[in-house]
């Protein structure tokens, strides 16, 4: 169903030759760009694999629509000038499902491309620069002109927003001396700030840590010398309670630091801070305690600040080897729940939190919480008294930014449910089981509904009364009617329990991970798909098969087909190893056999000895409910793996090194190799840089030749360089492929 808030588009989607797991849903491998600006129009290309036929896109949020698509891989997404800001939700979606969501980005400052250029580009900023790390060692430049006492700010978005690279950004001055350089801040994203001295033209450089590029490199580079935001102290809000911040940041309207003040809604878990002509917001959290700031000094026992819980204490290691101690009172048994927010908001900072007894014996130390470098504590009091509550930075490290948020407070009990993937398929007529995780936060102990809500026409579910000693885990399970059309949608799997009278609701979140060493996204909308059933599996061989480089090596593919089913079965090569040695051809397996191959050639450049791999869809045709064909595949598990034996046809030239005479002609000897049988193989030379310099003719051998003369003749009105390199080339064909071997003749002066 189309919505404003979920935005159908149409779009062709090619396969991309990115690894993965076997499946039967589509893939999006990136976005170019990642992101547009509000008001505008977006071509983007889109990468993906695994969806043979035209698909949709499901953008999360209202304000995003399609126009008509351009070229296939295109789309041009249109833009409001009214939509929200900030990271919206893009699926592929087809017949078979919905792929993994990955961000695009909507901001507000002007938008433009770069294009690889081997020179540096000027820009006018504030803009942002939506560019690619391709290929390997790409350095992309700009041409920034500044002047004295102009403060620039330079943030790259790329792990952010799902793209393997690792940004350092360098900025250098009209004489390349480096003047600034960034790696990481807040994350795995580079910033560079810096202020100008002298007025020039700076040329910033953007590159990957390790110096790797590949086209899913993607990135945002936003230059601005207007106000960008850093963080906010105290780091969160008391909800339905107006408060003052400290925002830092760069460019505001007090320098460094600009004042703030909101009342957060009953209904906000985190609160956006937007300032007028500021690129990116912060997100702040909202909590039920009372927030309070650190008063100094607290930094030994005797200076302990006294605090009375509930409250949440928002403070700074200001200094290295920086100590904050609190002091609180408790009774006997009384159970207090302590929680530390530090990484979790992107700080630097990780904090160790240890508990004493006002006799300065040590009752618990924590570091980590599993899942998070934050410390999180359910503290059952042993008696009545004081408790010395103390908070270190575990490197000893201190500044203005490593800030931490602690609360203290009687434990509320809460549930947590989470799904593990983001998107699942049911057949129409079929059932379906989603495994769902339960977790019991702080001594939950109520009975609870589990079920799922926004659920495809057709689609039911069978919701569950789970008592309180219910399991870690349960399995909400789906039916699907007979005869639906295949559609999918998001849907919701919500966790519905009592709380004080007043019912609570939890959605189930999925994690995902686009990016190694990425923050995941996390998600409550999981997509469901009515799916039609793909009536067949595909298998190859686990044998490790020789082939040669060049020839088109037949890979054997077997079928297993449902009952009835006699159709052809399109096989399609998906996935070849990234070394781009092996070609993938098209191949069929024919009405009624349950065996056929694919053609895959192994490129001149693969090294003998070594094994090369590619995967194989098999693409049918399946009649819908609709009246429709709409074509469904399935990927065969495993891959098809070829070991590259030597060539079929081999060159060698005797001498390979020969001086040359003036006005005379150059003769080489040219002996080949056949390993099966062939045509004539046809000998020549190719002479880059000089096509002039040099005049030959070709050589050509009959299957009952091995050996013959190539005789090269300089043309006396040019100039030959001292050495001159000639690429010569024995051509031929095997069963009607092309087959060729090469070697060089390097030409010498006397």
């Not at 006799?359 to 130390?365: A, E, H, M, N, Y």
């Not at 919701?492 to 686009?514: M, N, P, W, Y």
């Not at 798909?529 to 298998?539: C, N, R, Y």
């Not at 098969?545 to 159709?567: H, K, S, Y």
Request: charged share 20%; with cysteine.
């Amino acid at each position: 169903m189309i919505t404003d808030r979920n935005v159908l588009l149409t779009v062709a989607i090619f396969l991309c030759s990115a690894g993965a797991f076997a499946q039967t849903t589509p893939q999006i491998g990136y976005l170019f760009p990642a992101g547009g600006q509000r008001g505008s129009n977006v071509d983007v290309h889109l990468e993906g694999k695994y969806m043979p036929a035209p698909c949709g896109i499901w953008v999360d949020g209202s304000g995003v629509s399609s126009q008509t698509e351009t070229t296939e891989g295109q789309l041009r997404l249109s833009i409001a000038k009214d939509a929200a800001p900030g990271n919206r939700l893009i699926r592929i979606v087809s017949v078979q499902g919905g792929s993994t969501p990955r961000p695009f980005v909507i901001g507000d400052l002007p938008e433009q491309l770069e294009h690889n250029n081997e020179t540096a580009k000027a820009i006018k900023f504030p803009v942002t620069v939506n560019g690619q790390l391709n290929p390997q060692g790409d350095i992309d430049e700009f041409e920034l002109l500044l002047n004295p006492g102009q403060q620039i700010v330079c943030a790259v978005a790329a792990r952010s927003i799902g793209s393997p690279c690792d940004t350092t950004l360098r900025l250098l001055d009209s004489d390349g001396r480096v003047v600034a350089i960034s790696n990481d801040h807040r994350g795995l994203d580079a910033l560079l700030v810096y202020r100008s001295s002298t007025s020039g033209t700076f040329t910033l450089q953007l590159y990957s840590f390790d110096l790797s590029g590949r086209p899913e490199h993607v990135y945002r580079l936003t230059v601005t010398d207007g106000p960008y935001l850093d963080y906010a102290f105290p780091a969160g809000l008391q909800r339905g309670t107006e408060s003052a911040l400290r925002l830092a940041g760069w460019n505001l309207a007090g320098g460094s630091s600009a004042s703030y003040s909101a009342t957060p809604s009953a209904m906000e878990m985190v609160h956006e801070i937007m300032l007028p002509g500021c690129p990116n917001r912060l997100l702040v959290p909202v909590g039920e305690s009372a927030e309070r700031s650190e008063n100094e000094p607290n930094n030994t026992v005797k200076a302990a600040e006294s605090v009375v819980i509930p409250l949440t204490v928002n403070g700074r290691f200001a200094e290295p080897g920086d100590v904050e101690f609190f002091r609180i009172t408790a009774t006997k048994s009384q159970k207090l729940k302590f929680d530390i927010a530090a990484a979790k908001l992107g700080f630097a900072t990780d904090a160790l939190l240890t508990i004493s007894n006002d006799q300065g014996r040590i009752l618990k130390t924590i570091d980590d919480a599993p899942g998070t470098r934050d410390p999180s504590l359910l503290f059952t009091a042993p008696a009545d008294g004081e408790y010395i509550v103390a908070l270190t930075e575990r490197a000893e490290r201190g500044d203005s930014d490593f800030i931490y948020r602690l609360t203290i407070a009687e434990p509320r009990p809460d549930l947590r449910i989470t799904v593990k993937t983001s998107e699942f398929a049911i057949e129409s007529g079929a059932e379906l089981e989603i495994p769902v995780t339960l977790t019991k936060l702080d001594g939950f102990s109520d009975e609870f509904e589990l079920t799922a809500i926004d659920l495809p026409t057709g689609v039911t579910v069978d919701s569950q009364m789970l008592p309180a000693k219910s399991s870690a885990s349960a399995k909400l399970k789906f039916h699907a009617a007979e005869g639906l059309h295949f559609s999918g949608k998001p849907i919701r799997i919500v966790a519905r329990f009592k709380r004080d009278g007043k019912s609570v609701e939890r959605v189930a979140q999925a994690a995902v991970t686009l990016v190694a060493g990425a923050a995941p996204i996390r998600t409550g909308k999981i997509w469901l798909a009515v799916t039609p059933h793909v009536p067949f599996t595909l298998a190859t061989t686990t044998v490790i098969l020789e082939a040669n480089r060049m020839a088109a090596f037949r890979f054997p593919v077997t079928t297993v087909r449902d009952e009835g089913f006699q159709g052809q079965i399109r096989l399609v090569g998906v996935d070849p190893d990234r070394r781009g040695t092996v070609i993938p051809l098209s191949g069929m397996i024919n009405y009624d056999s349950n065996t056929g191959a694919i053609p895959l050639i192994i490129q001149s450049k693969a090294v003998e000895g070594t094994t090369h791999r590619c995967r194989v869809m098999g693409v049918v045709e399946v009649d819908g409910p609709d009246g429709q064909k709409h074509s469904v595949f399935r990927v065969a598990k495993g891959s098809m793996a070829m070991g590259c034996q030597p060539n079929l046809l081999t060159l060698s030239v005797e001498p390979n090194r020969v001086t040359r005479r003036p006005g005379g002609v150059i003769e080489a000897s040219v002996a080949v190799v056949r390993r099966t049988s062939m045509g004539n193989v046809t000998i020549s030379a190719t002479i880059p840089q000089y096509p002039k310099g040099l005049n030959f003719k070709p050589v050509t051998l009959t299957s009952d030749q091995t050996q013959a003369t190539l005789r090269l003749r300089p043309v006396d009105s040019v100039q030959l360089p001292p050495r001159v390199t000639l690429k010569i080339l024995a051509e031929s064909l095997c069963d009607g492929l092309p087959i060729s071997a090469a070697t060089t003749l390097t030409l010498v002066a006397p």
